[in-house]
Nanobody, 123 residues
Framework: QVQLVESGGGLVQAGGSLRLSCAAS????????MGWFRQAPGKEREFVGT????????YYSDSVKGRFTISRDNVKNTVYLQMNSLKPEDTAVYYC????????????????WGQGTQVTVSS
């Protein structure tokens, strides 16, 4: 089992930045690729990006490429999502998740999920 807890969400103006964190506990964190997904009201869960277990490779959706950056610290068992140039359409609940597949944008192979953190971008 891997327990995941997101933090860092909040309200920000368009053009601003936020950094989300996802702290992991349980099984060996560095065994897993970590992904970020988001879900807006009335919409399906959407892939944001993922980072390899070693941290030396990332993959992003086109909608966030160039604005969002994923990193991880395998000593602190934490993965981060740095979000810059935020837009109102980035408003959603953001989830981190763990998978043994990389790269993978499908939510199905992600075994473990956090509870989510709300990000709201005002125009």
């Amino acid at each position: 089992q891997v327990q995941l807890v997101e933090s860092g969400g909040g309200l920000v103006q368009a053009g601003g930045s936020l950094r989300l964190s996802c702290a992991a506990s349980g099984r060996t964190f560095s065994d897993y690729a970590m992904g970020w997904f988001r879900q807006a009201p009335g919409k399906e869960r959407e892939f944001v990006g993922t980072i390899k277990w070693s941290g030396d490779s990332t993959y992003y959706s086109d909608s966030v490429k160039g604005r969002f950056t994923i990193s991880r610290d395998n000593v602190k068992n934490t993965v981060y999502l740095q979000m810059n140039s935020l837009k109102p359409e980035d408003t959603a609940v953001y989830y981190c998740a763990a998978s043994q597949l990389y790269p993978n944008s499908d939510p199905e192979p992600y075994f473990y999920w956090g509870q989510g953190t709300q990000v709201t971008v005002s125009s």
